[in-house]
Each structure stands twice: as C-alpha cells, then as structure tokens.
C-alpha cells in the first residue's frame, strides 16, 4: 500500500525533473549559458528544499531523500548529463559533487529542525539567494579574480554574497525569532562573514554542505549568546583564518587547505564544549605529521578538511534522527583517527615496533580521550561506562593497529580513516538505541 507521503515525495521528485527539464530545452532555445542554467537549476531546488517541511513529514522525506538520490545520479549518467535535462546541471566544465552534498545538507537541517524558520530556512535560503545573486555579480562584473581550478572566485561577487546573507539574516532573524536586535545584528554579521569566507574557499560543490550546516551549527549553539560572547567568537573566527594563512607554510600546507581546517576546527569547537575540539585539533597535528610520506600532500590535507565535516555532519545527523546525543560517539571517532594518523607518523617501517608503538599510542590515546569525556560528565545516556569504555578502545586499536600493519599509503588517508573510525562508534550508537527502544 503506498502511503499518502510516499505520493507527495514522489511528486516532489517528478518535480525537480520536470524543472531541470524545462530550464534545460529554455537554455538551448534562448543560448543560456552553462552557468546560468545552473543557477536557475539551484534556486528552483533550493526554494523546493525550503517547502519540504511543510508537505512532508520525517517518514515521507527519508524517501523522498532516497529517490532524489537516484534521480541525482541518473541525472550523471553520460547521455542525460550531456544531452537530456541532466544537462542543465552538468554541462559546466568543472566537475562538482554540488547536487549530491546539497541532498545531504537538507536531510542533516530536516532531521535537526524541520520547518524552523532560523534553522532550516535560513540556512538553505543563504545557499539559494546569496550563491545566486554572488554568481550572477562575479560572472558579469566580476574583475578582481582570486583562486584557481573550481575555486576560481572573484572579489565582487564573494562581497556580493556577505551583503545579500546580512540581509537575508538580519531580516529571518528579526521577523521569525525571539532574539534581541543587538544580537541580531552581531549573529548575522557572524554568520555572512562565515558563508562568504567557506564559499569562497571550498571546492567541488562543497559549500552546498558547507555553508548551510555550518550556518545551523553557528545559530543553534550561539543564537542566543550575549553580545560580547558573539563580538568574541567573530574575531576568534577571523584571528583563526588570519593565523592558518600564517602558519601554512610551516605546516607544509597551502594557504587554501589551512583556511579551510581552521574553518572546520573552528565549528568543531562552536558546536559543542571547547574542550572537546582537543582531540580533532591533535588530529590534525597528527595529519600534518604523517603527511610527509603522501604522495599527493595538497589532496589529502582537502580529504581531512572533508573528514572534519563528514564526521560532524554523520553525528549531528544521528543525534537528529534519534534525538540522543552523539557527543561522546564524536570524540571517539575522532580518538579513532587520532591513533591511526599519529601511528602513520611513526620514522621506523619495522612492523615489530610499530606494533608495540600502535598499542602505547592507543592505551595513552584511550586515557587522554577519557579524561577530556570526564570534563562534563558526559554519558551515552543508553549505555553504561563500560559499554562506553569498550567502544572507545575497539575503535582506537583497530584504527592504530590498521595504520601499523600498512605503514606505506599509496592510498589516500581520509577516506579510510574515516570509515574504520566511524564504523564501531556506529555500531555501538545504533545498538545503544535500539536497545534503549527495547525498554520503553
């Protein structure tokens, strides 16, 4: 029997392909542009991603999600991307995940708050207006042009994109929430310095997930900061940035990649209690260190930006879906990746050693992870301290044992971190959770 919601997700996707259709057969009759008939694409799907809460509820969206991600990746298939209404999408020459992590960032913002006008809606309606209106600037006016590759930016239309997001916060802020005015001021201009700068720097479509989870991450943990606290985190956002450019050289990263992980690390520490960015940011000492031996140095230092964002989306998406906290599951993926990247950084390529290293770097990686835990007494709330116990040392020694027994990567990092580090804690969170449904 096909439910009611099942109908309407339906139709939404039928929707969105009668609509890339469309702008695709008015592109090639009045010569639009590549660019341009993307960006009709994205603001149709962005002001249809903003109706979604209000048509459909969790059940009906989790497939709607599911057929618009196979209706995203026949859209890539080689005949419809070039000649059918994928084309409208794809015909541009740089190659973007863009449509893909767009997809993600609305189910990550739906499970989280669907309908809320500051946390939803104000996030895709930054993506959506401020992404169009910077691109129509920059390709027509633009002149003063910085980036290369697909970051190719240019100066007018990243100011162009700070200005219409103030104003797009400033006036959801004002009209939809309870916060003071002086607040409002200073959050907006947080949040526009925020998108502009992760627009202008990210690559591959990335600030499609980027900004609008970054902007809920800033508005649901700091919206209602006071003043001072909200003047504090912009200039500790713009010293972060200014310190990363700096400092990029004596990391061996470039500027861009250094930006990018100060971006990332500077949510990590907004999204939850400082104290719990320690452990990511000794990842990232831990990444720079064993960093010397890859071949291609510059993609990975992009991957691990990417495993920042993927590891804080994954749990920020769990927590929403099952309304229990994965703050805990978060500091042990992250011991996870700590463990594995410190054991690549070791000089020696004897296994024996390396061996005997990764088990001292997992049990002083365990104790330091429990201590940083203990801080706030946070609890899996579903499992006791021992089940939390296990996870973090399973996680920590199968990351560090994996790294010692491959000590040479010709394979890029970040990905295969990620996934043996998120694997046990995402076992255990599921398992915890139905086991907590159980007793109910």
Same mark, same amino acid.
């Given at each position: 029997?096909?439910?009611?919601?099942?109908?309407?997700?339906?139709?939404?996707?039928?929707?969105?392909?009668?609509?890339?259709?469309?702008?695709?057969?008015?592109?090639?009759?009045?010569?639009?542009?590549?660019?341009?008939?993307?960006?009709?694409?994205?603001?149709?799907?962005?002001?249809?991603?903003?109706?979604?809460?209000?048509?459909?509820?969790?059940?009906?969206?989790?497939?709607?999600?599911?057929?618009?991600?196979?209706?995203?990746?026949?859209?890539?298939?080689?005949?419809?991307?070039?000649?059918?209404?994928?084309?409208?999408?794809?015909?541009?020459?740089?190659?973007?995940?863009?449509?893909?992590?767009?997809?993600?960032?609305?189910?990550?913002?739906?499970?989280?708050?669907?309908?809320?006008?500051?946390?939803?809606?104000?996030?895709?309606?930054?993506?959506?207006?401020?992404?169009?209106?910077?691109?129509?600037?920059?390709?027509?006016?633009?002149?003063?042009?910085?980036?290369?590759?697909?970051?190719?930016?240019?100066?007018?239309?990243?100011?162009?994109?700070?200005?219409?997001?103030?104003?797009?916060?400033?006036?959801?802020?004002?009209?939809?929430?309870?916060?003071?005015?002086?607040?409002?001021?200073?959050?907006?201009?947080?949040?526009?310095?925020?998108?502009?700068?992760?627009?202008?720097?990210?690559?591959?479509?990335?600030?499609?997930?980027?900004?609008?989870?970054?902007?809920?991450?800033?508005?649901?943990?700091?919206?209602?900061?006071?003043?001072?606290?909200?003047?504090?985190?912009?200039?500790?956002?713009?010293?972060?940035?200014?310190?990363?450019?700096?400092?990029?050289?004596?990391?061996?990263?470039?500027?861009?990649?250094?930006?990018?992980?100060?971006?990332?690390?500077?949510?990590?520490?907004?999204?939850?209690?400082?104290?719990?960015?320690?452990?990511?940011?000794?990842?990232?000492?831990?990444?720079?260190?064993?960093?010397?031996?890859?071949?291609?140095?510059?993609?990975?230092?992009?991957?691990? %930006? @990417?495993? /920042?964002?993927?590891? +804080?989306?994954? *749990?920020?998406?769990?927590?929403? #879906?099952?309304?229990?906290? =994965? !703050?805990?599951?978060?500091?042990?993926?992250?011991?996870?990746?700590?463990?594995?990247?410190?054991?690549?950084?070791?000089?020696?390529?004897?296994?024996?050693?390396?061996? %005997? @290293?990764? /088990?001292?770097?997992? +049990?002083?990686? *365990?104790?330091?992870?429990?201590? #940083?835990?203990?801080?706030? =007494? !946070?609890?899996?709330?579903?499992?006791?301290?021992?089940?939390?116990?296990?996870?973090?040392?399973?996680?920590?020694?199968?990351?560090?044992?994996?790294?010692?027994?491959?000590?040479?990567?010709?394979?890029?990092? +970040?990905?295969?971190?990620?996934?043996?580090?998120?694997?046990?804690?995402?076992?255990?969170?599921?398992?915890?959770?139905?086991?907590?449904?159980?007793?109910?």
């Amino acid at each position: 029997m096909i439910l009611p919601g099942h109908i309407v997700a339906l139709g939404s996707v039928a929707a969105l392909f009668v609509m890339a259709y469309a702008v695709r057969a008015l592109g090639v009759r009045n010569r639009w542009s590549a660019e341009t008939q993307r960006k009709l694409v994205h603001v149709g799907v962005g002001v249809h991603a903003i109706t979604l809460p209000f048509v459909m509820d969790k059940t009906a969206f989790f497939g709607f999600a599911a057929m618009a991600l196979a209706a995203l990746l026949v859209l890539r298939l080689p005949w419809v991307s070039t000649k059918g209404p994928g084309a409208s999408v794809h015909s541009v020459e740089r190659q973007s995940w863009g449509d893909v992590l767009f997809l993600l960032a609305v189910t990550v913002l739906f499970v989280r708050s669907p309908g809320d006008p500051a946390l939803y809606v104000l996030p895709l309606a930054v993506l959506t207006l401020s992404d169009a209106a910077a691109a129509v600037i920059g390709t027509e006016y633009g002149r003063l042009k910085f980036g290369s590759g697909d970051r190719r930016k240019s100066i007018e239309g990243t100011v162009v994109f700070f200005v219409v997001t103030w104003m797009v916060s400033v006036t959801i802020l004002i009209t939809a929430t309870d916060i003071p005015r002086v607040n409002t001021v200073l959050l907006a201009t947080v949040v526009s310095a925020f998108a502009a700068l992760v627009e202008a720097e990210s690559w591959k479509g990335l600030d499609n997930l980027f900004v609008p989870c970054g902007i809920h991450a800033l508005l649901s943990f700091n919206g209602h900061a006071e003043p001072l606290l909200l003047a504090l985190i912009a200039s500790g956002f713009l010293g972060a940035i200014v310190i990363a450019d700096a400092c990029s050289k004596w990391t061996g990263m470039t500027s861009h990649a250094a930006r990018s992980t100060a971006v990332c690390l500077f949510l990590t520490a907004g999204m939850t209690a400082p104290h719990h960015a320690i452990i990511p940011v000794a990842a990232l000492a831990a990444h720079v260190a064993s960093r010397r031996d890859a071949k291609n140095p510059d993609k990975d230092d992009l991957d691990f %930006v @990417a495993v /920042l964002c993927v590891i +804080g989306v994954f *749990w920020l998406s769990a927590a929403g #879906i099952t309304g229990r906290p =994965g !703050t805990e599951f978060y500091t042990i993926t992250f011991a996870g990746l700590f463990a594995g990247l410190t054991v690549l950084a070791l000089p020696t390529r004897v296994l024996a050693l390396r061996a %005997v @290293a990764a /088990l001292l770097i997992s +049990g002083g990686t *365990w104790i330091a992870h429990h201590e #940083i835990v203990d801080m706030n =007494g !946070t609890d899996l709330l579903w499992l006791g301290r021992t089940e939390a116990a296990v996870t973090a040392a399973v996680t920590i020694l199968a990351c560090a044992v994996g790294a010692a027994w491959r000590p040479v990567t010709p394979f890029r990092r +970040g990905p295969l971190f990620t996934v043996a580090a998120l694997a046990i804690p995402a076992i255990a969170y599921t398992a915890g959770h139905l086991d907590l449904l159980e007793h109910l």
